[in-house]
């Protein structure tokens, strides 16, 4: 089975701070890891992945996450936040083999409040 | 145009009756998901169907049907409500199958189901 942890529930920063967001995962299979945002009053929609290859994966709105097999660990970075960046974001990951091949399990969800 | 639309957005019912709540994508995607996010936030893959076909039935109540009419629609019925029925629905597309986990994902906005 897999598991994903999203240890902080809500994260507050300033406009134009770096942000970090943790998640770490535990399963006994390899795993595709994905981060997920949902907007206020929308629907979730896919920010990045990690399938394979480099363990550094960009957005095309500057974050980045670090695959780390050792740390189990996939945590969503940027540099400098805007307000727009306010939502909540979701760790999922997703088992390469065996019966749940195919499932995404979500972490809880991370809340980041940008305030200006 | 919104891609994955749910309906209704808020649901309150009494326990023991039938409802259903109505899923449509415009993105001519071939699968369809439903996920349930109880209250700990936890997003759990329930039911996933390919071209009309039932591919993924989790460990789910007989209780809740899923009806795809046409590959562009997936309900969700669920008879004699149960409080612990409470929760956020949420439905998804992807383009192929569920199986092939590096899909895309979109997903509607929700559906907050309130059983009193």
């Known amino acids: 089975a897999q598991s994903v942890t999203q240890l902080d529930s809500q994260v507050p920063v300033f406009e134009e701070a770096p942000v970090e967001l943790r998640c770490n995962y535990s399963?006994?299979?390899?795993?595709?890891l994905f981060w997920y945002v949902q907007y206020p009053n929308q629907g979730l929609q896919l920010l990045l992945k990690?399938?394979?290859?480099?363990?550094l994966v960009e957005s095309i709105n500057g974050f980045e996450a670090e695959f780390n097999k050792s740390q189990t660990s996939f945590h969503l970075r940027k540099p400098s936040v805007h307000i727009s960046d306010t939502a909540e974001y979701f760790c999922a990951v997703s088992p390469l083999s065996g019966g749940s091949q195919g499932n995404l399990i979500f972490g809880k969800g991370t809340k980041l409040s940008v305030k200006p | 145009d919104t891609a994955v639309s749910q309906t209704p957005k808020y649901l309150v019912t009494q326990m023991g009756n039938d409802k259903s709540i109505k899923c449509e994508q415009n993105?001519?995607?071939?699968?369809m998901y439903w996920y349930k996010q109880d209250s700990k936030k936890f997003l759990k893959i329930m039911f996933s169907y390919n071209n009309k076909e039932l591919i993924i039935n989790e460990t789910v109540p007989n209780r809740f049907s899923p009806k795809s009419p046409d590959k562009a629609h997936l309900n969700l019925h669920i008879n004699s409500l149960e409080l612990g029925d409470s929760a956020v629905y949420f439905c998804?597309?992807?383009?192929?199958?569920?199986?092939?986990?590096?899909?895309?994902?979109?997903f509607g906005s929700g559906t907050q189901l309130s059983v009193l």
């Open positions: 990690y399938l394979s290859g480099s363990t």
């Open positions: 998804a597309s992807s383009q192929r199958a569920s199986r092939v986990t590096n899909e895309k994902l979109f």
């Open positions: 993105l001519g995607h071939d699968t």
């Open positions: 399963s006994s299979v390899s795993v595709y």
